[in-house]
């Protein structure tokens, strides 16, 4: 069964830094596409970072582009977000996602995803 469990959400002044994490089991990690999105309320998911597992190649939205890092620990089959210069709009639940199948890893729509954690609130005031 697969499992995606994020932590390291939490509450941030805006210029701050946090680092998210995401465990991942029950699949087999190498080959696959890892992705962040976040949900502000009432806005649409966004996909913010993705990367490939074997070639840790990283692709980034504009928002989040040279503020943002996402990386892994193979040995740990887990995924990071390291969140810098945080800014009050980056403020949204952070889901990890897992694309099984793909031919580009650095889309970003939600429904390419097959598997999601159940997400990290990320909260950044002014």
């Known amino acids: 069964q697969v499992h995606l469990v994020e932590s390291g959400g939490g509450s941030v002044q805006a210029g701050g830094s946090l680092r998210l994490s995401c465990a991942t089991s029950?699949?087999?990690?190498?080959?696959?596409?890892m992705a962040w999105f976040r949900q502000a309320p009432g806005k649409e998911r966004e996909g913010v970072a993705t990367?490939?597992?074997?070639?840790?190649?990283?692709y980034y939205s504009d928002s989040v582009k040279g503020r943002f890092t996402i990386s892994q620990d193979n040995a740990k089959n887990t995924v990071y977000l390291q969140m810098n210069s945080l800014k009050p709009e980056d403020t949204a639940m952070y889901y990890c996602?897992?694309?099984?199948?793909?031919?580009?890893?650095?889309?970003?729509?939600?429904?390419?995803?097959?598997?999601w954690g159940q997400g990290t609130q990320v909260t950044v005031s002014s």
């Open positions: 996602a897992a694309r099984m199948f793909w031919d580009f890893c650095g889309t970003r729509s939600q429904s390419d995803y097959n598997y």
């Open positions: 029950g699949f087999r990690y190498s080959g696959k596409c």
């Open positions: 990367m490939r597992t074997d070639t840790s190649d990283t």
